[in-house]
């Protein structure tokens, strides 16, 4: 079974921290997936990182997927109370692109 | 419409009692997913349609769950003989050939068996 593990299950830190969430797997992901939600509304879509060693860009946060393609990280910089929620990572089952199974997420929570 | 919508956002059942949720996909997906989504974890695949047929649902838990979309667009989750375990929030997401590989997720309905 693939499994998407994600580290730490909850992290709270002060406002202008910086922090890195992790997802890690046994195995080989053709792409990975980083969403988002909040309470109440479900996951949004932040990322896919397709290539081995991607590393993407968005405004704070930096998403980059392992050279192996079995784990990938998100680093927030200077962190926000707004970057409070539930970050999931999520990927393709056997590597079809039409079931797609997530880890059980990282709640963040910024403290001002 | 603009998003997915599902409906009700929230319902409360009696146990052994049967309920339907309803998903309302983006127009012109053609694939659409249901998740269930327990406190403090990640969606857990349900079921898959490909148009109007279930590509896979593997993801069901067992044969009290049933998932229809008759005309490829609107499905419908069932839930028969409901269990205090079925509590959970059920997300409804599609997608499209366009749209890659990105999900686009409905609000969730929250099911509360008591």
């Known amino acids: 079974t693939q499994l998407l593990e994600q580290s730490p299950q909850f992290l709270s830190i002060q406002e202008g921290e910086n922090l890195t969430v992790y997802c890690n797997s046994s195995s080989v992901f053709s792409s990975l997936q980083w969403y988002r939600q909040e309470p109440g509304e479900g996951p949004v879509l932040l990322v896919t990182?397709?290539?081995?060693?991607e590393v993407k860009k968005l405004k704070r946060l930096t998403f980059q997927f392992g050279d192996a393609r079995k784990d990938s990280s998100l680093h927030i910089t200077a962190a926000q109370p707004g970057d409070t929620g539930l970050y999931l990572c999520?990927?393709?089952?056997?590597?079809?692109?039409?079931?797609?199974?997530f880890g059980k997420g990282t709640r963040l929570h910024i403290l001002p | 419409g603009a998003g997915v919508s599902q409906t009700p956002s929230n319902k409360v059942t009696e146990k052994g009692k049967y309920v339907e949720l309803r998903c309302d996909p983006i127009s012109g997906h053609t694939a659409l997913y249901w998740y269930r989504q327990s406190l403090g974890q990640g969606p857990e695949f349900l079921i898959y349609?490909?148009?109007?047929?279930?590509?896979?649902d593997s993801g069901l838990p067992n044969d009290r769950f049933f998932a229809v979309r008759p005309e490829g667009s609107v499905s419908t989750l069932k839930i028969q003989r409901t269990e205090r375990g079925d509590s959970a929030v059920y997300l409804c997401a599609s997608s499209s050939l366009t749209s890659g590989t990105e999900a686009f997720f409905g609000q969730g309905t929250r099911l509360t068996v008591v």
């Open positions: 990182v397709v290539t081995g060693g």
């Open positions: 999520a990927g393709p089952w056997m590597n079809r692109d039409d079931k797609i199974i």
């Open positions: 349609f490909q148009g109007t047929g279930a590509a896979d």
